[in-house]
């Protein structure tokens, strides 16, 4: 059994920063993606950012270009997305999910991802 869990958001000020947290658990292969991914209110689930685990090569959607850096501590089995210069629109469900898959064609498709945390709640509000 695979599990993944989120931690680290918050509400923060527009032009704040956030750092989300990922860790996943059970067994797991060691070539997949770590992703990220949010859904707005109202809005379909988007992708944000991807980490292919065994490289390490990162993917950001083309929106959050520049504010976003994603990481791996492959001895843990963790991830990280740190959020820079957030803005009202980025206000949403955070989630972090693992394909076990690892096909790149397939790293910015949520489908693709077996194994999803709860999510967590950004807010970028003044």
């Known amino acids: 059994q695979v599990q993944v869990v989120e931690s680290g958001g918050g509400s923060v000020q527009p032009g704040g920063s956030l750092t989300l947290s990922c860790a996943a658990s059970?067994?797991?292969?060691?070539?997949?993606?770590m992703g990220w991914f949010r859904q707005a209110a109202g809005k379909e689930r988007e992708f944000v950012a991807a980490?292919?685990?065994?490289?390490?090569?990162?993917y950001y959607t083309d929106s959050m270009q520049g504010r976003l850096t994603i990481s791996r501590d492959k001895g843990k089995n963790t991830a990280s997305l740190q959020m820079n210069s957030l803005k009202p629109e980025d206000t949403a469900v955070y989630y972090c999910?693992?394909?076990?898959?690892?096909?790149?064609?397939?790293?910015?498709?949520?489908?693709?991802?077996?194994?999803w945390g709860q999510g967590t709640q950004v807010t970028v509000s003044s």
């Open positions: 059970g067994r797991i292969r060691s070539n997949y993606h």
């Open positions: 980490i292919r685990w065994t490289s390490g090569h990162t």
């Open positions: 999910a693992l394909d076990p898959g690892g096909i790149l064609s397939s790293i910015r498709t949520p489908d693709h991802y077996d194994y």
